[in-house]
């Protein structure tokens, strides 16, 4: 896999049924296909937990949501100690360049989960947003929070 612009984590792959390699999700407890995307967020999360202290427990991947009668997935939600979601992660394979349509991607997401962060990651460049719903904007952080410092400000 592509060397990513996070710290790099070993994983445990097996061969599938189908031939093709699969990674343990150790949030979905289970194998799924490593592809380039899965690849950043296996990597991107671990980052998550071992450097910005998220709580594993507190993180779901791959959830469905339904948009105006049509089922989405989102790539990663961060809940706080009370179940609530507050940052909404997407991921892109490092091949894909991180440009507006995927922060609007997300924003479509949030409409439903309104949470209070949005990072975006394609493994190479990772951006995170603040959400201020009062003035209705976006404000870039230099860094992605500490797991303390999300749940310190709600």
């Not at 031939?19 to 967020?41: A, H, I, M, Q």
């Not at 394609?122 to 209705?136: D, I, T, W």
Request: glycine share 4%; aromatic share 12%.
């Amino acid at each position: 896999m592509q060397k990513l612009n996070l710290p790099e984590y070993p994983v445990k792959t097996r061969i599938g049924a189908n031939g093709k390699t699969e990674v343990f999700d150790e949030f979905r407890k289970k194998y799924v296909l490593l592809s380039p995307e899965e690849w950043v967020r296996q990597q991107f999360l671990r980052y998550l937990v071992n450097v910005k202290k998220y709580p594993a427990s507190l993180i779901a991947v791959e959830k469905g949501l339904t948009l105006n009668r049509m089922q989405k997935r989102f790539d990663a939600v961060v809940h706080n100690d009370k179940g609530l979601p507050v940052v909404l992660i997407e991921f892109k394979s490092a091949e894909i360049t991180l440009e507006q349509k995927v922060f609007e991607q997300i924003a479509v997401y949030n409409m439903q989960l309104k949470v209070e962060y949005l990072i975006i990651s394609n493994g190479l460049q990772h951006f995170c947003c603040a959400v201020n719903y009062e003035k209705q904007e976006f404000t870039f952080l230099k860094e992605i929070p500490e797991y303390s410092e999300l749940i310190g400000q709600q």
